[in-house]
């Protein structure tokens, strides 16, 4: 990833900082072979962006109906079970059944209370005052979309109240800013921003990402301060899934499972995430459910 110090994209030989920062490469013909040889990043083609869309509604769907089933009293494992039967009957793969080192070994992430991200499904059944993080990712066609939402179970404490709400604050307000020409890093400047204005932090441990054609594609997309100097460019598909904490951002990942990440100080955590399309003039949230 460029950052102000590197050789600008250009091939001048200045650094960026000296050549063409903040400007940004023109969008062109060439814009995919520049985007993938400086930054590794893919540019969509029109094809693959609709089968990207269509992915990233089934995600949206399944999501959408598993929320609605997290209630009191179902445990994460009857989740993941009802998410499998609905990633068969809607022609789908589950990105995470055995994704990684060591395979993640269910459908989906549920993650609750303080635990961050990556929380396994378990027999642990959802209790009042609970927050819970559904995190989807489906394959359709061989193309991905991503996405997650919060659950809150009855009545909650005022801390998980604002996490739950900041962290979707966060993810929208990130989104309004994304058209051509914006540079990456301010999507973190937007989210920073606003965490601390309500007493929060922003875990760094965890990014957004590229997405699509693969899985985990580039660019890393971090929500907190950073230098990440690449100008958004139409046809990029990403997700950003600021994950905002009521205490410490540092996260500690279990040493048994090697996947959940729960807060070091174990206050509670939120996350929500879209994928999302640059366009022309703006962007498109790609992980809406009708």
Not at 12 to 37: E, M, R, V, W
Not at 111 to 128: D, Q
């Amino acid at each position: 990833m460029i950052s102000r110090n590197d050789p600008c994209w250009c091939g001048s030989g200045k650094k960026y900082k000296k050549c063409h920062y903040p400007q940004t490469p023109p969008f062109t013909n060439d814009l995919a072979k520049i985007y993938l040889k400086q930054f590794g990043i893919l540019i969509k083609t029109p094809h693959q962006i609709e089968k990207i869309r269509k992915a990233s509604k089934t995600a949206a769907t399944i999501l959408k109906l598993l929320c609605e089933k997290a209630q009191k009293g179902i445990t994460t494992l009857q989740l993941d079970q009802y998410s499998r039967k609905l990633h068969k009957e809607m022609n789908a793969i589950p990105a995470p059944l055995n994704y990684g080192h060591p395979p993640f070994p269910k459908t989906i992430c549920t993650s609750i209370n303080e635990v961050i991200c990556h929380g396994i499904p378990e027999e642990r059944p959802l209790l009042e005052g609970d927050i819970i993080n559904i995190d989807v990712t489906s394959i359709v066609d061989g193309y991905y979309g991503d996405c997650s939402k919060m659950v809150m179970i009855g009545k909650v404490s005022e801390d998980k109240k604002r996490v739950v709400e900041t962290s979707y604050e966060c993810l929208m307000e990130s989104i309004a800013i994304c058209k051509p020409n914006v540079m990456l890093y301010e999507i973190g400047d937007v989210i920073e921003t606003i965490a601390k204005k309500h007493h929060c932090s922003v875990v760094d441990q965890f990014v957004g990402h590229g997405i699509g054609v693969g899985f985990h594609e580039p660019p890393q997309v971090a929500h907190h301060y950073n230098d990440l100097a690449i100008p958004l460019a139409p046809g990029m598909t990403f997700t950003i899934e600021p994950m905002i904490n009521a205490g410490v951002k540092e996260a500690v990942i279990d040493p048994k499972d090697q996947w959940t990440a729960r807060t070091k100080d174990l206050k509670p955590s939120a996350q929500w995430e879209h994928t999302i399309l640059i366009t022309d003039n703006g962007h498109e949230i790609l992980t809406l459910a009708d």
